[in-house]
């Protein structure tokens, strides 16, 4: 098991960067995939970027060239940077591990983009 936990939303205006972060309570060495989904009112949670223990990415098309994703092993947290913003962005941002006990899910950080 882990429990996760993410910070770093806000609101922030169009155009504007953002940087959240998600630790884990034990070390994520062990931990192949770890990503980011966001949930918008009314809509479905998707998955915005997942990154694998070696490095390798994944990224949503409406989010691909705009943000990246990181994992700092010895620190076990897995950052987001979000730059160049949209209002389509709002939504509240979950951080994922995949373990083979099951999917392990933090509590939520908002993000609204807005003037």
């Known amino acids: 098991q882990v429990q996760l936990v993410e910070s770093g939303g806000g609101l922030v205006q169009p155009g504007g960067s953002l940087r959240l972060s998600c630790t884990a309570s034990?070390?994520?060495?062990?931990?192949?995939?770890m990503g980011w989904y966001r949930q918008a009112p009314g809509k479905q949670r998707e998955l915005v970027a997942s990154?694998?223990?070696?490095?390798?990415?994944n990224y949503a098309d409406s989010v691909q060239g705009r943000f990246a994703i990181a994992r700092d092993n010895p620190k076990n947290t897995v950052y987001l940077r979000m730059n160049s913003l949209k209002p389509e962005d709002t939504a509240v941002y979950y951080c994922n591990a995949d373990l083979i006990t099951g999917q392990y899910w933090g509590q939520g950080t908002q993000v609204t983009v807005s003037s």
């Open positions: 990154i694998t223990l070696r490095g390798g990415t």
């Open positions: 034990r070390n994520i060495f062990s931990i192949n995939v």
